[in-house]
């Protein structure tokens, strides 16, 4: 007869198939450890030497990238306490676009501390307690650690160098064309007094060439032909639809008695007058080119080619939408004449060809433009995907920028300092807190150290060098890594120019911490049974993940 095994009191009050871990090694430790794997997973890419992941997702489509935050949405971490520090950095990327490869670093650094403190006999209050006060410290010393501010967001000069430290750890050897590229887009179309919006700087990819042969222009470029005969308007007058550029149907059937032959001839002359109509009301509203919605009929085509108007059809509404912001036009549910107010200027408005492919561009020659291009050029698609993330870090930049114009030392200088100045302020604080904000001044440690490895010069040399460098209270503070030299050396960040924005290192900070110690505070995992109901068919692709 088998031995009954009986269930535990817990597992008796839930309902079957509830899984329940509790205690320090069921449940602290194996989320310790899930989020740790992660870390190590992320750590190869930060830098600008970092590795590249290749990430096939559910619907076999291929990335092949460094940016952490491409990694993790296509990973789809399951696990409850790992998908905690993915929310962290998720926030991090739509607070400031840039640093999720930061703040998993950090997070996941601080947490294989705590495996080390929680094995010394620490509770997990303790630990949580010194990282909090380590936390609230290295805000305060960050504010002192700020080297550069730039006086003005308008000047290419100031920005570049921005830009390229952001723009280098995705895109190493295309820094310098992609800064100039993407400052160029910017300030452009950066606004005096609204806020700046990442939105107004598109990206459109070619296939063809190679990537210094992307180029920026003020205005709007569609994947398209034009519908019409006429392929380029100068000092254009645009008129938007948002409804088929055709003659409308009538909700209800209807028959026609046609009686004699004079009636059958004439029926189509009627409705051929009245396209004609309204197409001619446009033409001497000084309209010249049309953007449609919908489709574009035959017999609006014939006129619209007889009085010169220049037809291009847009199927998306959002680029319906940004093309009337960029021209500053308003998009009409019906046709008719739109008004001074309603209508578009474009400087130019033509078909372009662009390697092999066909593009019509909305080319705006003021000083002052609602929406800029960057055309990307590349011989892959991957390649392509990849530089259009590093534009899109840039940009954000760019926007992070206009919001706090103050900067640190970049290349690992601030996370030594930090590291350095925590472990003296852990020295001078009473109680077993001291031992965890010790372990987060190592957490920091890191950071020079990955940035080392993945470049091939030894970790150890490198922060022994940096500790050395930074005993100087006053020129030390912004001595950073030398990654382009072929030995371990160390340089003065601010002659460089290598510099780190000072707010998303202090969302970074924040939003790793609090990531942490959330993982931390946990002491038990109840899993419900996954709720049953038909299994997703294989092979069909979900159209919201477009």
Known sequence: MAMHVPKSYFQNMMKDGTKHLTGMHEAVFSNLEACTELYKTIMTCYGPKGLNKMVINHLSKLFVTNDAATIIKELEVQHPAAKMIVLASQQQESECGDGTNFVMILAGALLQKAIDLLECGLSPSEVIKGYEMASDKCLEIL??????TVKDVKCAESVVP??????????DGYEDFLADLISDACIKIMPTQRTFNVDHVRTCKILGSGVLSSTCLQGMVFKRNVESDITCVRDAKVAVFSCPFDIGTTETKGTVLINTADELKNFSVDEERLVEGQVKSLAEAGITVVVSGGKVGDMMMHFANKFNIMVVRLMSKWDLRRLCKSINATALPNLTVPSAEETGDCSVVQLEEVGDTTVVVFRQDREESAMSTIIIRGSTDNIMDDIERAIDDGVNSVKVLTRDQRCLPGAA????ELAKQLMSYGEQTPGMEQYAIKKFAEAFEVFPKILAENTGLKGNEVLAKMYNAHQDNVSGINTGINLEADQVEVMDVVERQVYDLFLTKHW???YAVNAATTVLVVDQI?????AGGPKPRKGQADPDDE
């Open 143 to 148: 504010e002192t650690l700020c080297c550069h």
């Open 162 to 171: 921005i830009i390229r430290t952001s723009v280098a750890s995705k895109q």
């Open 413 to 416: 200088a601030t996370e030594i």
């Open 508 to 510: 970074g900070i924040k």
């Open 526 to 530: 109840i899993m419900a049974k996954q």
